[in-house]
């Protein structure tokens, strides 16, 4: 059988905590079985690796692995997605399609935010695990399959039980072994471990030095309550490491970063408004690299236009010799130093980081980001920009130095922007 330190590896998993090790363990143990599995625990505990891990390590491996996120399926679409549908059972259904039941056959599926299926589609996923059989949506005709299914839930499945959103039967049926990954706060050995490993990678996907916390900031690290968890860990160790420029990060600048009320030791509310700061806060990153790139590149239409329209370049450079400080200008010296600094602070052993290959890095991210936006953001730049800004001001309170600082430009350009859009 394989040991819970090779599955570590294998699977990227990082800590030593006994209760994660037992969850491995568990997952290692059922993994041969064809019994279901309900993998429980808080959002953003590490949920996703157990069906992974278990299909891996079962007869199943070699066939498919169908992973479905029932919460993010449309309530009309979901019977007809897991089971497949009959040509003209819907209008739209223009051919006979095969559902994942079918195509898993042999596999394994796993359900997360199971609690999210609607009751209709519980009756149906209950006869599977009862007895391999299902019909296609608009079929009178019985199908056979060999599934295996690992659920995972982030809700209490007995709080939806008594609100019947949850059929009572269908949670027993899936939950014959039950493993809880425990939150983070409940693994305080690999809090530190786990910002260190998130900061390395970081510090190497962005060609930047990596960031290091010291001794007071470890204790606010591990006195923090962690509402959403290793995601939440991570993404607070990404945003460190793209907007500071001190590498050694103090116990205020990291609390900067954490959401308020939650770094007391006040009995814990998960809530949701928690997890989706912490992704705004992501957002906020990408954001911020946008409208730096959408400033430059307004700067450099308006001097190409100058250079198009005046053969004089000498001219034109007087002309705009404020322009042109802006875009090539003094900022950059600043920043450079700044880094050379901290590399000697850190000792790193390669050599210092040079500007222009780290400005490339910075740059293919940042059209990165941009595809990924475009497509999901409907919100015009302009309207995120203002509230990108304000948050900052309040978050720092109305000091604009420091908020100049957070979003990464200088104090003048922030407050052109405040002039900009009368905040
Ligand atoms: N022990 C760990 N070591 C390294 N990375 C981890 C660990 N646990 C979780 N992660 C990372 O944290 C992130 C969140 O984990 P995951 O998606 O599994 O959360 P989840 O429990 O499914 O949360 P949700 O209920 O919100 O879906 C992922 O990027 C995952 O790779
Ligand atoms: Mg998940």
Wanted: charged residues 30%.
């Amino acid at each position: 059988m394989e040991s819970v330190q090779s599955i570590k590896q294998r699977f990227e998993i990082i800590g030593q905590d006994p209760k994660l090790n037992r969850a491995l363990e568990k997952a290692i143990q059922v993994a041969p079985t064809d019994i279901s599995v309900l993998v429980t625990g808080e959002s953003g505990v590490g949920k996703e690796s157990i069906p992974k891990i278990i299909h891996s390590l079962s007869h199943r491996k070699h066939a498919k692995y169908i992973a479905v996120n029932c919460g993010a399926i449309p309530e009309g679409t979901i019977d007809s997605e897991l089971f497949g549908h009959e040509k003209g059972a819907f209008t739209g259904a223009t051919q006979t399609r095969s559902g994942y039941f079918e195509v898993a056959d042999g596999g394994t599926i796993f359900l997360d935010e199971v609690g999210e299926l609607p009751l209709t589609t519980q009756v149906r996923l209950l006869r599977v695990l009862e007895n391999g059989e299902f019909l296609k949506v608009g079929s009178s005709q019985v199908q056979k399959t060999d599934v295996r299914i690992v659920a995972a839930t982030n809700v209490n499945m007995f709080e939806a039980i008594k609100k019947e959103k949850f059929r009572e039967d269908l949670y027993y049926r899936l939950s014959t072994v039950e493993i809880n990954i425990p939150p983070l706060r409940e693994r305080q050995n690999d809090i530190h471990l786990l910002f260190r490993k998130f900061a390395s990678d970081f510090g190497q996907k962005y060609k930047m030095p990596t960031i290091r916390l010291d001794d007071n900031a470890v204790q606010v690290l591990l006195k923090y309550r962690w509402p959403g968890n290793i995601r939440q860990l991570r993404n607070i160790a990404e945003q460190i490491s793209v907007l500071e420029e001190t590498r050694i990060i103090s116990a205020m600048t990291l609390n900067g970063y954490l959401p308020s009320n939650s770094s007391s030791n006040l009995p814990a509310v998960v809530n949701q408004t928690k997890a989706e700061s912490d992704f705004s806060n992501e957002r906020e990153i990408l954001y911020k690299v946008l409208f730096d790139m959408k400033g430059d590149l307004n700067d450099l239409k308006k001097l190409t236009m100058e250079l198009l329209k005046n053969n004089d370049s000498q001219k034109v450079q007087e002309e705009n010799e404020n322009l042109i400080r802006k875009i090539y200008g003094d900022e950059d010296e600043e920043i450079e130093t700044q880094e050379a600094s901290s590399l000697e602070v850190l000792q790193l052993p390669e050599p210092a980081l040079e500007k222009s290959y780290a400005g490339a890095a910075v740059q293919e991210d940042k059209y990165h980001f941009a595809e990924e936006i475009q497509e999901e953001e409907t919100l015009s730049l302009q309207e995120k920009e203002i509230e990108l800004i304000k948050k900052s001001l309040e978050r720092n309170r109305g000091k604009r130095k420091a908020a100049a600082a957070e979003l990464g430009i200088s104090e003048r350009t922030l407050y052109r922007k405040i002039k900009q859009y009368d905040l």
